[in-house]
């Protein structure tokens, strides 16, 4: 199974910022979102689609329908600049944890 | 509050074999599968392993089947990663996480070189 990710979004600060994530009837699935900024490990932002574990803002949305996941960063802040990567468990297959390239958010 | 700290990473020859560890606190440690996760420099994440509460069950990525093995101690909360016929492209960094299907907390890595 196999997640597309763009390489690069910018965003203002204050405006939104939108992340995709493409897998074939991927809204079948759970979509899991990862922060990761430079020189420090990956932080749980979302999971299951739409959650947000304690401590994530408001501000980090998700959804997911028919092909694409999307993680929404509304009134994006530079603290916001990172990488993020989308992650699912796909149980039909002999690889079933799958990582999307991930994506690199520059605020402007 | 959680915390998973790895160990273990350091400079090895092409060949060569390496134990990484994860010391587990902040929760019940012999509730939870446990997964590695690497990441080679300037590169994605790729999830290479993951152990059962019990250690029953058992994935490995192909690109490390064969020649990593995972255990885990849950009377010493802590987590392992074998690594033998260490190869060039498996410099990266190792991180440890809590989770199978997702990985809910990670700990900070541990960096493994293979250079000769």
């Known amino acids: 199974y196999v997640l597309t990710q763009t390489p690069s979004v910018s965003g203002a600060p204050g405006k939104t910022a939108r992340i995709t994530c493409g897998g074939n009837?991927?809204?079948?699935?759970?979509v899991h979102w990862y922060q990761q900024k430079p020189g420090q490990a990956p932080v749980l932002v979302v999971y299951?689609?739409?959650d947000r574990p304690s401590g994530i803002p408001e501000r980090f949305s998700g959804s997911n329908s028919g092909n694409t996941a999307t993680l929404t960063i509304s009134r994006v802040e530079a603290g916001d600049e990172a990488d993020y990567y989308c992650?699912?468990?796909?149980?039909?297959?002999?690889?079933?944890?799958?990582f999307g390239g991930g994506t690199k958010l520059t605020v402007l | 509050q959680v915390q998973l700290v790895e160990s273990g990473g350091g400079l090895v020859k092409p060949g060569g074999s390496l134990r990484l560890s994860c010391g587990a606190s902040g929760f019940i440690f012999s509730d939870y599968y446990m997964t590695w996760i690497r990441q080679s420099p300037g590169k994605g994440l790729e999830w290479l392993s993951y152990?059962?509460?019990?250690?029953?069950?058992?994935y490995y990525a192909d690109s490390v089947k064969g020649r990593f093995t995972v255990s885990r101690d849950n009377a010493k909360n802590s987590l392992y990663l074998h690594m033998n016929g260490l190869r060039v492209e498996d410099t990266a960094a190792y991180y440890c996480?809590?989770?199978?299907?997702?990985?809910?907390?990670w700990g900070q890595g541990t960096l493994v070189t293979v250079s000769s």
């Open positions: 009837n991927i809204g079948s699935k759970n």
């Open positions: 996480a809590r989770g199978q299907q997702l990985a809910d907390y």
């Open positions: 299951d689609d739409s």
């Open positions: 992650q699912v468990w796909d149980s039909t297959s002999d690889h079933p944890v799958v």
């Open positions: 152990i059962s509460p019990s250690g029953t069950v058992i």
